[in-house]
């Protein structure tokens, strides 16, 4: 048998038109899987955001009222760098989002408004890999994220969604979770590389708060670090990894 750990990544499904992406915090999606993204605008697919917070708690130095809306500007023109201009944010807590019926509702509800056929989020394990502690707040977005797939499609959770015009949506064909320790698909990352590296770079306040490296340096070694391990197992070529959730 095969050690899942260095088996082959398999390529993504191809065969959809809209996606999802639920995260906690801006910069998430950056860090995870925005060369996938842009290869999937390129290829004229739609994608769109949906972030728990603003990411307001983020910066020591920043008060939580301004960080939250530089955060967001920031958020927005990422997004656009990657070819993504539906951003939308929930409004939980940044570092104290509970998962709970709440944040299944919201996230639901953005599935069923958006009726996408993939929806991705974040790593919702308590670790990465075992090597470090995942934080609460990408476990609960991500856990949650798993749930409300299911939960959309259902018009007994949540009626009151249909109430307001949200009727159920039972569309999503899969869950992309990037970040994962057990991934087994991946996407050829080298078209959306260098948008990746921009896209990250519009973050430029958390980033300088984060490193007293270069920015980017910081942000192209990181990125081409993750896409050429990947490629091991994708062909050698440099590649986003998922682990995949049929539905």
């Known amino acids: 048998m095969t050690d899942p750990q260095i088996a082959p990544l398999q390529p993504m499904p191809g065969d959809w038109q809209r996606a999802l992406a639920v995260v906690a915090h801006p910069d998430d999606l950056e860090y995870g899987c925005s060369a996938a993204i842009a290869a999937w605008t390129d290829a004229g697919r739609e994608v769109a955001y949906v972030l728990a917070t603003r990411g307001e708690a983020g910066i020591d130095t920043l008060e939580p009222a301004k960080c939250g809306l530089l955060r ?22 940044d570092g104290v989002i509970e998962y709970g019926t709440a944040l299944r509702r919201d996230i639901a509800a953005a599935i069923r408004r958006h009726r996408p056929e993939l929806v991705i989020t974040l790593n919702h394990r308590d670790t990465w890999g075992g090597v470090a502690w995942n934080t ?112």
């Open 72 to 93: 967001e500007r920031e958020q927005r023109a990422s997004a656009a760098v990657v070819g993504v201009s539906v951003v939308e944010f929930l409004d939980h807590k």
């Open 136 to 247: 609460p707040d990408h476990v609960a977005v991500g856990r949650a994220t798993l749930d409300a797939a299911a939960d959309a499609g259902n018009r007994w959770i949540f009626p009151e969604l249909a109430e307001q015009g949200l009727q159920p949506w039972n569309g999503v064909r899969w869950v992309a979770v990037a970040g994962s320790a057990t991934p087994t698909h991946a996407v050829d990352a080298t078209p959306g590389l260098e948008r990746a590296v921009r896209s990250l770079l519009e973050h430029r306040t958390y980033i300088e708060a984060l490193t007293d490296e270069d920015p980017e340096t910081y942000v192209r070694g990181f990125l081409s670090r993750n896409a050429n391990a990947t490629g091991e197992r994708f062909g050698g070529k440099p590649a986003v990894a998922f682990e995949l959730f049929s539905r």
